[in-house]
């Protein structure tokens, strides 16, 4: 006979394996993205750990237990398997009243390793849920926050690559984000930014080329998105990040601060790869520890119970700012 909670397992298998993307959908040609410059794709690989963890996220009892399931996934891809447990939690929760606490206990169960991706990977869940299913974005972090547009954003470029590209952006209603229009669209071009990384190939001279076609006052935001992913994702070597500098022309600060906090998220989460140091030395002329300090030092104070919803734009703009002087990490 039956116990009570084989229905219940079966039935989350079921729904992972309705909900779930295939691995096609990750493919770059099907998702008609250029070739990847020099050497293998990166966009395989990332797309199959996203989908480890959506998968995974999906099938488990609770969250708690499907954080600890990540820890049995490849170290160096958890950041994306986190992203993708977190789309899939939030999805949950859409559809299970029971469940509407389940992202924060996500992130107590990850000790707020994955904080980063987990935000990025709410903003996937809003780009597939009906926004009378959405949760309550108020009761957010707003120092974090806006990695939930960015997540958003990226999902765009990523699934309707050829309609953002045509209308240079999303079709998010940035009217209603706490925060305010305009900080929306940028934070939503931060992660339009991070797509373009995968979309070009990993192509300093194409994301130029693609960021020229946008309205220009997002420009930064674009680069710093770039950064984001070139330091985080990686699959370039270090001439290539050199030239990706050179690209960037005056927003070079702009791409130098997304590669700083993606250095950041991967030594918070305990994700360091080899790319790392790489990126961190190349893109922002200083060691994981230089850059993390930089980060940290810079992160504005917010008070509990008053939201500051420009503590994320200011954040970035500062260390934006310490990180636009060309050669090595100035004192912050």
Request: one cysteine or more; a positive charge.
């Amino acid at each position: 006979m039956a116990t009570p909670a084989e229905p219940l397992a079966a039935l989350r298998r079921l729904r992972a394996v309705l909900t779930t993307p295939g691995v096609r959908e990750v493919d770059p040609v099907r998702r008609g993205f250029r070739p990847w410059e020099a050497g293998e794709s990166i966009v395989s690989p990332v797309g199959r750990a996203f989908l480890d963890g959506y998968r995974l996220a999906m099938r488990a009892p609770d969250a708690r237990r499907a954080a600890h399931r990540l820890e049995d996934l490849p170290r160096s891809w958890q950041g994306f398997a986190a992203e993708g447990a977190a789309m899939a939690i939030t999805i949950r929760a859409a559809l299970e009243p029971w469940s509407r606490r389940e992202f924060a206990a996500f992130e107590a169960a990850t000790s707020r390793r994955h904080t980063y991706m987990a935000q990025v990977g709410l903003g996937w869940a809003l780009a597939r849920l009906p926004r009378p299913l959405w949760p309550e974005l108020s009761a957010l972090d707003p120092a974090l926050a806006p990695l939930v547009l960015d997540g958003y954003g990226f999902h765009e470029v990523f699934f309707h690559n050829a309609r953002t590209l045509r209308e240079h952006g999303t079709r998010f209603p940035a009217e209603r984000w706490p925060g305010g229009a305009e900080a929306a669209r940028q934070s939503l071009m931060q992660g339009i930014g991070r797509g373009l990384w995968f979309h070009a190939g990993g192509s300093p001279t194409g994301i130029a080329g693609l960021v020229a076609g946008f309205d220009q006052r997002f420009s930064g935001s674009l680069w710093a998105g770039t950064g984001l992913a070139a330091a985080y994702a990686g699959g370039r070597d270090r001439a290539a990040l050199a030239r990706l500098l050179t690209a960037a022309g005056d927003d070079r600060r702009w791409l130098r601060q997304g590669a700083a906090f993606a250095v950041e998220a991967r030594h918070r989460a305990g994700t360091v790869n080899e790319h790392t140091p790489v990126a961190s030395e190349a893109l922002c002329g200083g060691t994981i520890d230089d850059v993390v300090g930089l980060v940290g030092a810079h992160r504005p104070e917010t008070t509990a119970g008053k939201p500051d919803w420009t503590a994320y734009e200011t954040w970035r703009r500062s260390v934006a700012a310490a990180l636009e002087p060309a050669g090595d990490i100035v004192d912050a």
